[in-house]
């Protein structure tokens, strides 16, 4: 993003704060600079702070003020070059309604994202959002559909090498096979997860998937598996 000297610092500040997880700070830093990069006309550094502000505020828990600056990011001219920011915007959108019970909101979000998706061919985006729709689909129940979606997701990360997402969709599809009764497929399915989350060094995501093979094995009646997981 090109932005003008006397913003530069504070943006660079504001990433390395977002980058180390300290969002009251980076959030600071960005919210430093926005008037001013409102003021300059400069679109795509502007979508960029947006977005990095309602993230921001999602992480937070301030789902409100998310939105505000997600739909402002939506009120500006697009452009070919801005379509992938909108899309990414839209689907932040409907993940705040998934998470707040707002599911038809949420589905309509997802499909206008997926309609930008498949123009712009932003494929490793398209993962995301098969997997986010996958969420939805299994919170609604319908246990088949959302394992089709991951399917889709997990082929998409394979084929983009995206592991963050493929660590977590392994996850998702795991705890839908659970739901199905069908243990040992959950079992391989929470197994790669805890095995991509670990090569990542992400302790948080592995012992998420770990928990996952707890609930196998102590269905199982294996106590000594469930006790290593736990350990």
């Known amino acids: 993003i090109e932005l003008k000297n006397s913003t530069t610092d504070l943006y660079l500040h504001g990433k390395r704060y977002l980058h180390r997880g300290d969002y009251e700070n980076a959030r600071r830093c960005f919210e430093g600079i926005l008037d001013e990069t409102r003021q300059n006309g400069e679109t795509d550094a502007l979508i960029d702070l947006l977005l990095h502000l ?8 301030r789902p409100a003020r998310a939105r505000l600056f997600y739909q ?4 500006l001219p697009q452009s070919e070059s ?11 959108l409907g993940n705040l309604c998934r998470e707040a019970g707002e ?11 997926k309609d930008l998706l498949h123009k712009t061919g932003d494929t490793g985006a ?17 246990l088949e559909q ?25 996850g998702q599809m795991g705890r839908i096979l659970f739901q199905q009764g069908e243990d040992g497929n959950a079992e391989t399915c929470f197994n790669y997860s805890a095995m991509h989350f670990s090569a990542l060094g992400d302790p948080l995501g592995e012992s998420e998937a770990l ?16 006790l290593h997981c736990l350990t």
């Open 126 to 142: 398209l993962a995301v959002l098969y997997s986010n729709l996958g969420l939805l689909a299994q919170d609604e129940g319908h």
């Open 54 to 61: 309602g993230n921001i505020e999602a992480q937070l828990g």
């Open 72 to 75: 402002e990011v939506l009120s």
């Open 146 to 170: 959302a394992r089709r979606l991951l399917e889709e997701a997990i082929g998409l990360h394979k084929k983009t090498g995206y592991e963050e997402g493929l660590a977590a969709t392994w």
């Open 103 to 113: 599911n038809k909101r949420a589905e309509a979000y997802y499909l206008e994202t």
């Open 211 to 226: 928990r996952g093979l707890v609930r196998v094995y102590e269905k199982r009646g294996d106590p000594e598996l469930a």
């Open 82 to 92: 801005t379509q992938r920011a909108a899309a990414l915007t839209l689907l932040n």
